[in-house]
């Protein structure tokens, strides 16, 4: 299946959900946003690794880089399937692709970002825009992943199972 193009005028995202195969079916990985805000949220605020998707970029390319800028350079993928784009709730477009890997977790080692922390203090901090990534089974990830990507668990599970 070919790459799907970009066609809105508003900023997409490219991403990839992992998957692994196991003895008690398959696993998918997600990433838990790092900063103050989501340092204390865990149900439905994990996330497929996606950035948002340049000008001229290739919806694939900016999945595979993504990847391994949240990951790190422990991250590698090989064949990416086409899951088709969501829309989550904030009206963003998500342009997703699935491949299989066995991401080590303790290997993780994300870019970071700077906001100014505390608010209004004039302080710019550093903080990893990835602080944690894990393997969860379907019904699992299902809870922990944002409500508008659940649909890409359902439509991974559709396709290799």
Not at 13 to 36: D, F, N, Q, W
Not at 70 to 84: M, T
Request: glycine share 8%; aromatic share 8%; net charge negative.
């Amino acid at each position: 299946m070919s790459s799907p193009k970009r066609t809105s005028a508003r900023p997409s995202s490219a991403g990839i959900l992992a998957y692994r195969r196991v003895s008690h079916g398959l696993e998918v990985l997600l990433v838990h946003p790092g900063g103050p805000y989501w340092r204390n949220k865990d149900d439905g605020a994990w996330s497929i690794p996606k950035g948002e998707i340049g000008t001229s970029e290739d919806p694939e390319q900016t999945a595979r880089r993504e990847f391994a800028e949240e990951l790190g350079p422990a991250a590698s993928i090989g064949h990416l399937q086409a899951l088709g784009d969501i829309r989550q709730r904030s009206g963003k477009r998500v342009i997703a692709f699935c491949g299989e890997t066995d991401f080590d977790t303790s290997s993780l080692s994300s870019n970071t970002f700077e906001i100014e922390w505390p608010p209004r203090s004039g302080r710019l901090q550093p903080f990893p825009e990835v602080d944690r990534a894990e393997w969860f089974d379907l019904e699992a990830a299902r809870s922990k992943i944002l409500s508008g990507q659940i649909e890409l668990i359902d439509r991974l599970e559709k396709e290799v199972t």
